[in-house]
């Protein structure tokens, strides 16, 4: 679930040491549908009609689900999900932006659509796809992983496919690793660029369970040794 609370200020990626990905194919394992719920007479439903509408909606669902298998290394035996369809609804309710029910049905704000004050409400849109889309298709450890390392990674593969949110925090910042969202995500990169396809190797572990104890597996460092190094080398990172 999206909220403005998840969102600080502008997370710096060091984008220099993180490899960026481009994934421009489209994803012809899943059907994608697009609803707009969001009446014309509100300024967000207009705004969605006009600036983004269900073909460009479309083209995103499929682009960021071709993005998020790459990124998180599923190239066969994915998540049984076959139908996957998103919602414009006109208010979300709990100051909610977007989120995911029932497995694979993604739902957007279209009054926060509307109220969006960024430079490019398409790329907004495209970003909570990704992160939406993520949830959709990531291995949640049977139900054991934390909303703080769902949303987290969700998040890291949004700034992998460069729809950073404008309000993240910067590269280094947070108080303990399990914040969630922009503040795991820049903890997981720290993770990705000390340990090569660090979040794939463990979404692949996160399909038969969780435990912290995945952190110490894969890295050899316990997940509070990896915060401390995290925030020792960049908790001053400006992003300059």
Not at 226 to 235: E, H, P, V
Request: net charge positive; hydrophobic share 35%; aromatic share 12%.
């Amino acid at each position: 679930m999206l909220t403005p609370n998840h969102h600080h200020s502008r997370l710096l990626l060091p984008l220099s040491l993180l490899l960026l990905v481009t994934i421009p194919t489209t994803c012809d394992a899943y059907n994608f549908s697009v609803t707009n719920k969001a009446p014309v007479t509100t300024i967000g439903g207009l705004r969605y009609a006009i600036e983004i509408g269900e073909r460009y909606s479309k083209i995103v669902m499929s682009h960021s689900a071709s993005t998020v298998l790459h990124v998180l290394g599923v190239h066969d035996g994915g998540k049984p999900v076959k139908d996957i369809s998103l919602t414009i609804e006109e208010d979300l309710g709990e100051g909610r932006w977007a989120y995911v029910s029932d497995i694979s049905n993604i739902h957007v704000s279209g009054s926060y659509i509307g109220s969006y004050k960024g430079r490019d409400v398409k790329k907004e849109f495209a970003g909570l796809i990704y992160h939406c889309m993520t949830l959709v298709l990531q291995w949640n450890g049977n139900g054991q992983a934390p909303a703080w390392l769902l949303t987290g990674i969700a998040d890291f593969v949004r700034a992998r496919a460069h729809y950073p949110g404008d309000n993240w925090v910067n590269f280094g910042k947070g108080d303990k690793w399990d914040q969630g969202y922009d503040v795991t995500t820049g903890f997981l990169i720290y993770c990705e660029l000390q340990h090569r396809r660090f979040v794939a190797k463990l979404n692949k572990k996160m399909k038969y369970g969780y435990n912290d104890g995945l952190f110490l597996e894969l890295t050899g460092k316990s997940i509070a040794q990896l915060w401390s190094d995290y925030k020792s080398t960049y908790g001053n990172f400006s992003g300059q």
